[in-house]
């Protein structure tokens, strides 16, 4: 499961700091620590300790609170150390210096902390500026293209170079062993398998959402796989009104951490803009189907009262001319019969031909009967 809240602010805390902070950390106190040095000796300043100031607000801004308070407490211990009399020991005869040496600590914790959080807030404000224009980027590919298949070929692209994930794919179906595939950043190369996926479970209200990690059998294993046990495979159900239209999956190498914050708002609003699509494209697939049955119907109709005309026509015909030869009281002539004969035959062929096109029609509707196409000039 993935923490959030206070448990990801302490990990965050408690993580260890980069060679580079180190190395910057270490660089910044030298350089003010000589300046200060410098100040003091030739300026004949007294009290030059604010100059350490710049090195706290350099490391706060640049790599967060822990490092601005590190630095507040290194830059306190090198000025009482290297500049405090007695120099080169921990130990301050003077009360005055104590207490300068005091505030200097408080000043330098509390200036790197709102450097560090104007420096968040910088960082949070970019951040959402980022997500902002990757989702508009993604409604722009769904509004702009003619299906979701065409738009979710743009949507990986982009996910994959808005987020710290490796891979994305998007898959369509109600159940993750029935998806196909409509969309992949690398799709020559075979989808790794996974049996312990991580599941994004959305959390009611304004609580983010969450990374849980739920073991998958094998039915429910991506097809086309390979084993890939260096990787972890993250799955974002595509979910509207309560149905399930498929999954974006993404890949990431398993030494690295879990999809960010950032990253995972992106894919998650990513999900939720694919499952809206997908349910206008149902939507209008279901409209569109009823409205060629409506006129199918409507068709028929026609063509049973066209029908029934073209039926009752030479069933008439063949009747009355049947009738005719029929009648006693008239005294036909060969002649005469072979010609009422003949019109028995015509009507009979207008009447089988009319069967004929309407078995030709059923075989027709049924698919049993393919056209075939030529261009005629």
Do not use: C
């Not at 290194?74 to 009399?85: M, R, V």
């Not at 006129?295 to 109709?301: G, N, W």
Request: net charge negative.
């Amino acid at each position: 499961m993935d923490a959030s809240g206070p448990v990801a602010r302490i990990r965050h805390l408690l993580r260890r700091p980069s060679a580079e902070a180190i190395a910057v950390g270490a660089a910044s106190l030298a350089a003010a620590t000589l300046a200060t040095a410098a100040v003091e000796a030739w300026l004949s300043v007294n009290d030059a300790s604010a100059i350490y100031l710049m090195a706290v607000v350099l490391m706060a801004g640049r790599y967060g609170t822990r490092e601005g308070i590190a630095t507040s407490i290194s830059s306190f211990l090198a000025y009482d150390f290297l500049l405090i009399e007695p120099r080169y020991t921990f130990t301050v005869h003077d009360p005055q210096e104590w207490l300068s040496l005091l505030l200097f600590l408080i000043v330098a914790t509390v200036i790197g902390r709102l450097a560090a959080l104007q420096a968040e807030r910088a960082q949070e404000a970019s951040r959402r500026a980022r997500e902002a224009q990757s989702l508009f980027g993604i409604s722009r590919s769904l509004a702009t293209a003619t299906s979701v298949r065409e738009a979710a070929v743009e949507i990986v692209e982009r996910l994959h170079a808005d987020t710290d994930v490796q891979r994305v794919w998007i898959g369509v179906g109600t159940m993750p062993a029935q998806e196909r595939v409509i969309a992949d950043t690398a799709p020559d190369d075979a989808r790794p398998d996974v049996p312990i996926p991580w599941v994004l479970r959305r959390q009611p209200g304004d609580r983010p959402a969450e990374w849980v990690r739920i073991h998958a059998g094998r039915r429910d294993r991506v097809r086309e796989a390979t084993r890939a046990g260096d990787v972890d495979i993250f799955r974002v159900a595509i979910v509207a009104d309560t149905e399930q239209f498929g999954s974006v999956w993404a890949v990431s190498p398993r030494s690295a951490e879990r999809p960010s914050l950032a990253s995972t708002r992106i894919l998650s609003l990513a999900a939720d803009q694919l499952g809206l699509a997908l349910h206008r494209e149902r939507l209008s697939r279901e409209a569109t189907e009823a409205e060629i049955a409506r006129q199918s119907d409507a068709l028929k109709s026609a063509l049973l009262d066209s029908v029934s005309h073209d039926l009752r026509t030479p069933l008439s015909s063949i009747r009355a001319l049947a009738g005719s030869l029929m009648d006693p009281a008239v005294d036909w002539s060969s002649d005469e019969r072979r010609s009422l004969a003949r019109a028995i035959d015509v009507e009979a062929e207008r009447l089988s031909r009319v069967v004929r096109n309407l078995l030709d029609l059923s075989r027709i509707q049924a698919g049993a009967i393919i056209p075939d196409l030529e261009v005629y000039e």
